[in-house]
């Protein structure tokens, strides 16, 4: 009965002699190894040695015997084939009936398919599953060993890598992102830990390194990153940002260091520089902003601070009042200069635009629905972000305002800047069309200064172009602004479209931009931003005077 339990067991089982010969296989032993009984016998175990396993395991398993003791542990042995095996063996003396070692004989449970699930687990739980780069939990565990070395961690963006994925599709976008792993691979030095944090963000530690080191690595080799780029059938060019700090220098944790790496990153992507090693300042610059962010987020749950003034646009001809363009202010006792520009920079960064829009044009129509009651019948301007006008529910939000406060009639201009239009056409005609259905004009604000094109042009229904105030400063001075200004006013008349211009803080440019044929103006010249009272105030008297 023992010998057939012995035969017929699951588990390889292998008896030698004191020299290691083998003596004995069993039936699982031949299925695992792929050697028939003939061809093991009288062989040693080490025909089956892979190499793979370390030299020192073997040592400790012949002191263990020679001690007369059993051994237990893994060991990676290779089939006949040459497939590796991972096994999990017992190897123990048998003594005779004098006590004397005799025999010895191992017991191997076959766990390959464990081992390799083991290392599936592993590489899902270590590996990124599109480049096979480390991943953020391999990055923590290598930033543990790294802790007693000096080294710079370095943060990568492959900029507009959302617009990519939106032209060419998901698939052509993960076959770019693997390509460019491939690249860094090749471009870092060897020694360096290289690890893909999410979309488009990848992070490299690189030892031994410091602010001058990286400025040469940069000079040298990472430049090369950016430029053309092959995926499959997707020929691309790519821009890249780098943000980069030093450890311990700059954090002695992997948070801030990331956090820090960060910040740098954000500051080249408006920077000339393409490479930007973090300074304390702009932890500074990150702690000011994250105070305006919350104070914003108060302000849209309960707009206390948040108010509207109006700039009135004239009729240069005439020079009386056609309407005025809504300005939003923030009056926050806690808002650093009241800078209502880098509160709106910062709700199109976290995604607050959009109902920061929806704030002004409600409250710009409960205004244009009190001025009508003193017999208003002219326009007000609002400006809307490209977010909201690529909203396909934009339109929808408008009309269920207009119908809640009962306007049949909507003086409104809408300003959108030229992003707004060529970014998503599809929706951006469709919102355009809907809207002139309404009855509210669009204006192109800051005409010139964009991605400019005519074939939006004809594609839009667009009412009114600004001219910015950028070109209107030295309009009488410069040459090539006044060439500008000129042939913007050409075109528009010849579209048939109504041109402001932004900016007029002198009589001359007021008298220049009249002979040139401009329809309408508006400026310190005629009225600073102003409340809504006092506008009332001036559309009885329409008088408008150089504000001291």
Not at 58 to 63: G, L, S, V
Not at 79 to 88: Q, R, V, Y
Not at 362 to 372: A, C, G, R, T
Request: glycine letters at 4%; hydrophobic letters at 40%.
């Amino acid at each position: 009965m023992l010998s057939e339990a012995v035969k017929q067991s699951t588990n390889s089982i292998v008896i030698t002699d004191l020299q290691h010969n083998i003596l004995f296989v069993n039936q699982a032993f031949c299925h695992v190894s792929g050697y028939t009984t003939a061809e093991i016998i009288g062989k040693t175990p080490k025909i089956l040695q892979s190499g793979k396993t370390p030299e020192t395991t073997y040592i400790d398993i012949r002191h263990a015997l020679a001690k007369g003791n059993a051994w237990s542990g893994e060991l990676t042995n290779k089939s006949k084939n040459g497939d590796l095996i991972n096994e999990h063996i017992t190897i123990m003396p048998i003594k005779n009936t004098q006590g004397e070692i005799w025999r010895f004989m191992a017991i191997k449970e076959n766990i390959t398919a464990i081992k390799r699930a083991e290392q599936h687990i592993h590489s899902l739980a270590f590996t990124d599953n599109i480049t096979k780069l480390a991943n953020r939990h391999s990055l923590l565990q290598q930033f543990e060993k790294w802790q007693e070395r000096n080294f710079a961690i370095l943060l990568i963006n492959i900029n507009n890598f959302k617009q990519i994925n939106n032209q060419y599709g998901l698939v052509a976008g993960d076959k770019l992102l693997i390509s460019f792993a491939t690249k860094l691979k090749s471009t870092l030095p060897a020694d360096c830990f290289i690890a893909r944090l999410n979309s488009d963000e990848f992070v490299v530690l690189l030892p031994d390194c410091n602010i001058a080191t990286l400025t040469t690595l940069y000079e040298q080799q990472l430049h090369l990153l950016q430029g053309e780029i092959t995926a499959g059938i997707l020929q691309t060019t790519i821009n890249c940002r780098f943000g980069a700090c030093i450890y311990p220098q700059h954090g002695k944790n992997i948070s801030d260091l990331l956090t820090n790496a960060d910040m740098a990153s954000r500051r080249a992507k408006h920077s000339s520089k393409k490479l930007v090693i973090f300074q304390s300042a702009m932890k500074l610059e990150y702690e000011k902003q994250m105070k305006q962010l919350s104070i914003l987020r108060q302000e849209l749950l309960k707009p206390t601070h948040l108010s509207l003034v109006v700039q009135p646009q004239i009729e240069l001809k005439t020079n009386s009042c056609i309407g005025a363009e809504v300005l939003l202010r923030l009056n926050h006792p806690d808002s650093p200069n009241n800078n209502i520009y880098s509160f709106i920079l910062l709700a199109e960064h976290y995604g607050l635009i959009k109902k920061l829009d929806q704030w002004v044009i409600k409250q710009s129509l409960l205004l244009l629905l009190e001025l009508q009651n003193f017999k208003y019948d002219k326009k007000l301007s609002v400006n809307i972000s490209a977010a909201s006008f690529q909203d396909p529910d934009f339109v929808d939000f408008i009309v269920q305002l207009l119908v809640e406060l009962s306007l049949s009639t909507p003086n409104l201009t809408l300003e959108i800047t030229e992003s707004a239009l060529i970014s998503q056409p599809h929706i951006a005609i469709k919102n355009a069309e809907r809207l002139e259905q309404l009855g509210i004009c669009l204006s192109i604000d800051d005409f010139g200064t964009g991605h400019s094109s005519l074939a939006y042009l004809q594609q839009f229904s667009v009412c009114q172009l600004k001219i910015d105030k950028s070109f209107i400063d030295n309009v009488t001075t410069n040459v090539k602004d006044k060439a500008i200004v000129e042939t913007t006013l050409l075109l528009a008349k010849g579209l048939g479209l109504k041109t402001v211009a932004e900016g007029i803080e002198n009589e001359q440019q007021r008298l220049l931009l009249l002979q040139l044929g401009c329809d309408y103006a508006q400026g310190f010249y005629f009225s600073r931003p102003i409340t809504p009272d006092a506008f009332q105030v001036m559309l009885t008297s329409q008088s408008f005077q150089v504000s001291d």
